[in-house]
């Protein structure tokens, strides 16, 4: 059973616009919602995380929005630049555990 | 400061084989954990530890074992290869158990079991 859902495995935005990744989670008892970019060939990186006790945080180019009532968060970047081109995993944490949803494959176009 | 380093990079097994992969780190972090990234999948906890000398089980640890003797290595043994063990296989350390819980992962090994 999938406790961290990211419905679309791949999203494809012009260069400059913005990029919305959404996920959904069913687990009320998470408290940290975070997201990570990954590259080919190397390891997740820590983009940016958000509280259960907040609805939004922004650093630079990402915002990442919680709906708790709607147990679904998003990650919007603007604007997209090419170098955004990755593989975009959101993830939840509780007790000493991350669960990672699937990942969205995001495709910065020309 | 190299922060988290996985060795070997690549490794061709066949069923049956034995091998251990080891993970560094150079953060002085108390908690690390192993994952396995398979196609359509995600990433998926093995097993974890939360200090030296401690292990405990994650989402999918069957036919794995894990020692953590000193703090700033974890290592992740298969006893017996499966080819269901083909994978990519990420290690992670984070400073504690608190927020923002982030998770610092090494470069990845890719293992093939034939």
């Known amino acids: 059973d999938q406790q961290v859902k990211q419905n679309s495995p791949s999203l494809s935005v012009q260069e400059g616009r913005i990029s919305i990744l959404n996920c959904d989670y069913t687990?009320?008892?998470?408290?940290?919602f975070l997201w990570y970019k990954k590259y080919p060939a190397e390891g997740p990186t820590f983009l940016i995380s958000?509280?259960?006790?907040?609805d939004k945080n922004e650093d630079g180019r990402f915002t990442v929005f919680l709906n708790k009532s709607a147990k679904h968060l998003s990650l919007h970047i603007v604007p997209s630049q090419p170098g955004d081109s990755a593989v975009y995993f959101c993830?939840?944490?509780?007790?000493?555990?991350?669960?990672f949803g699937k990942g969205t494959r995001l495709h910065i176009l020309p | 400061n190299a922060g988290v380093t996985q060795t070997p990079k690549f490794r061709v097994l066949k069923t049956g084989q034995s091998m251990t992969l080891l993970c560094a780190q150079d953060?002085?972090?108390?908690?690390m954990y192993w994952y396995r990234q398979d196609p359509g999948m995600g990433l998926r906890l093995i097993h974890y530890?939360?200090?030296?000398?401690?292990?405990a089980k994650g989402e999918v640890p069957d036919g794995y074992n894990v020692s953590r003797l000193k703090k700033q290595n974890f290592l992740l043994g298969l006893e017996s290869a499966a080819p269901s063990q083909t994978s990519v296989y990420f290690c992670?350390?984070?400073?504690?158990?608190?927020?923002?819980?982030?998770?610092?992962f090494g470069p990845g090994t890719r293992l093939t079991v034939t």
């Open positions: 687990n009320s008892m998470f408290d940290y």
């Open positions: 953060m002085n972090h108390e908690y």
């Open positions: 992670a350390s984070s400073p504690g158990g608190g927020p923002p819980y982030e998770q610092y």
């Open positions: 958000i509280s259960s006790i907040k």
């Open positions: 530890s939360v200090g030296e000398g401690t292990t």
């Open positions: 993830a939840a944490s509780a007790d000493d555990k991350i669960i």
